[in-house]
């Protein structure tokens, strides 16, 4: 067997002649598929809908509770809660007077 002599040249080149010369970007055989943003309000209500009865009542997040206050940070929930309260001590005085009312009627009708 006789030995060949092979010689290998090999070329060099300086940085700033090798980024001119070599694409360094990456690239691939197949278009990117856009990505679907899934996260949407209808999507979140679907969710709530779904697992609205295994969501925790009470907890300092994934519960219920952590909902509500979350919310009321957007929504002026404690001036709805302080009209609610002002009706209610409008209803209970209603039905005091109704009650003394009622009284005085019985009164009268069994003084005869």
């Known amino acids: 067997?006789?030995?060949?002599?092979?010689?290998?040249?090999?070329?060099?080149?300086?940085?700033n002649q090798y980024s001119n010369l070599?694409?360094?970007?990456?690239?691939?055989?197949?278009?990117?598929?856009p990505t679907i943003d899934t996260d949407t309000v209808e999507e979140f209500f679907r969710l709530y809908?779904?697992?609205?009865y295994t969501i925790p009542l009470e907890g300092e997040t994934n519960s219920h509770q952590y909902?509500?206050?979350k919310s009321s940070e957007l929504v002026d929930f404690e001036k709805?809660?302080?009209?609610i309260q002002l009706l209610l001590d409008e209803?209970?005085?209603l039905r005091q007077q109704l009650l003394e009312a009622n009284q005085q009627i019985f009164d009268l009708e069994n003084q005869q």
């Not at 067997?1 to 940085?15: G, P």
């Not at 809908?49 to 609205?52: A, E, G, S, T």
């Open 1 to 15: 067997m006789a030995r060949e002599r092979v010689q290998i040249q090999k070329e060099s080149y300086r940085s």
């Open 80 to 83: 709805s809660t302080e009209d």
């Open 91 to 93: 209803i209970a005085q």
């Open 49 to 52: 809908d779904k697992l609205y």
């Open 67 to 69: 909902l509500l206050q």
């Open 22 to 33: 070599v694409d360094r970007e990456f690239k691939t055989f197949k278009k990117p598929e």
